[in-house]
């Protein structure tokens, strides 16, 4: 059954706030931590469907896991060499990242997996990372050549020294975890600088990764240990309520405990580029990620033109930025972003078709969206497409409008941010 909300204009936001951990992480810490020898206890762990479509996916292939449902995970891995084949299809749900970044470690395993999800997960691209797979010798079958379901059979892999052919962190984690499980180091170099969380993260966990520049290397069958992670805030969701305060008139929101790695922080500096008032204090490092609390405060923003490196940094959060557009003073552009049109919709059409409805003037590119600025929201019915980011966005547009925006739809936000409503309601209500 589908489900509504409606969201009412508001000012005079005020509170602090917690996110829930970051998604990235979460995922991570769970697949590195099944595969390493030894317990890793994660605390502030993101207990979402696709989380969690992790967490089942793994306890399917003998891994124990412990805590499932909450925010403090316990996983017992069982070492590079110990996953045992499933007895049935891995449901990833709706998740990429479940389905492409376990790709790589279904890649180094000597049996054989299928993997599928939802139909709006079985319609994403995966040759992506099919392809560079294949050049590992691993075998990948699927729908209409790479769509899931996807069936692979791994093991024995070479190395590989693998050039990307767009920006993207899924493609990178993907190699690098197959690169476990090769003959010798392997590869990768971007295009652009992705998110490394990966990077990050298998270093914490023992195996040699470095990096030099854009250049990705892992060196085969290393010792993964397990060990404590504690999953900062996730910045994606954050970005929500840091438009909020910005945009809501004598608005002063704090957030705490949120992930600053400068391969995410994209959204943080687009909005200081358009004149957001946004301090970033006590900063700290846990679990080999920087970490800081967020001050917002109401203020006046300026269009600005984005593109390049730093769309990559803000992928996930344009549709909000898109909103913060749409009352600034002067036109912003959002350029080299075609990526959005392999996410969970085809966010450039959905962005422009949805903030329309609501009054926003806004042109949709090939690459990206042309914001015309200072746009009055009179509010109306939205529809989610199906899509977390864009349902939480049109949210925070209720915020701002005359009258209100109804959701269509809003199941889609438990994939990501479950307290998403509950955090919303906590400071409109203050």
């Known amino acids: 059954m589908f489900t509504n909300k409606t969201i009412n204009p508001k000012s005079k936001l005020k509170g602090e706030i917690h ?14 931590g099944s595969i390493a020898k030894g317990v890793t206890d994660i605390t502030n762990f993101l207990n979402s469907e696709d989380c969690v479509a ?3 996916a793994f306890q399917k292939m003998g891994v124990n896991i412990e805590g499932i449902g909450t925010s403090n995970i316990k996983v017992h891995g069982v070492g590079l060499d110990g996953l045992k084949e499933s007895n049935d299809v891995l449901d990833m749900g709706n998740s990429g990242t479940s389905t492409r970044l376990i790709a790589g470690i279904l890649a180094g395993q000597p049996f054989y997996s299928v993997m599928t999800g939802d139909s709006s997960l079985r319609s994403r691209p995966m040759k992506r990372v099919a392809d560079p797979l294949r050049l590992m010798d691993a075998q990948i079958y699927g729908r209409k050549g790479d769509l899931a379901p996807l069936t692979i059979i791994g093991g024995n892999l070479k190395s590989i020294d693998y050039q990307t052919p767009v920006a993207s962190a899924q493609i990178k984690s993907c190699i690098l975890l197959a690169g476990l499980y090769a003959d010798s180091d392997t590869s990768v170099t971007e295009v652009a600088e992705s998110r490394d969380h990966t990077e990050r993260m298998l270093r914490s966990f023992g195996a040699e990764i470095t990096t030099n520049g854009l250049i990705h290397k892992v060196k085969g069958h290393p010792e993964l240990v397990g060990h404590q992670v504690n999953v900062p805030s996730d910045i994606s969701s954050a970005a929500y309520f840091i438009v909020a305060g910005l945009l809501c008139p004598n608005s002063e929101i704090i957030i705490k405990n949120v992930g ?11 909005l200081k580029q358009m004149g957001a008032n946004i301090s970033i204090e006590n900063i700290r490092e846990e679990s080999a990620e920087p970490v800081a609390d967020i001050i917002v405060k109401s203020s006046q923003l300026k269009g600005c033109n984005f593109s390049g490196d730093i769309i990559v940094r803000m992928i996930d959060e344009i549709p909000i930025l898109v909103l913060a557009g749409t009352q600034a003073e002067g036109e912003t552009t959002i350029r080299d972003a075609e990526e959005l049109r392999v996410k969970e919709s085809d966010r450039i059409m959905t962005t422009v078709t949805e903030f329309r409805k609501i009054g926003a003037e806004l042109d949709e590119l090939d690459d990206g969206i042309a914001i015309a600025g200072q746009s009055r929201l009179k509010g109306g019915d939205c529809e989610s497409h199906g899509d ?15 009258t209100g925006t109804t959701i269509h739809n ?3 936000v438990n994939t990501s941010f479950p307290e998403f409503w509950e955090i919303l309601s906590s400071i409109t209500n203050s």
């Open 410 to 412: 809003i199941e889609c």
């Open 388 to 402: 977390h980011r864009m349902a939480m966005s049109l949210a925070i547009a209720g915020l701002i409008s005359e």
């Open 54 to 56: 992790t967490i089942k």
């Open 260 to 270: 600053v790695n400068p391969t995410r922080t994209g959204i943080i500096d687009a």
């Open 19 to 32: 996110p829930p951990g970051d998604k990235s992480i979460s995922h991570r810490s769970v697949m590195i």
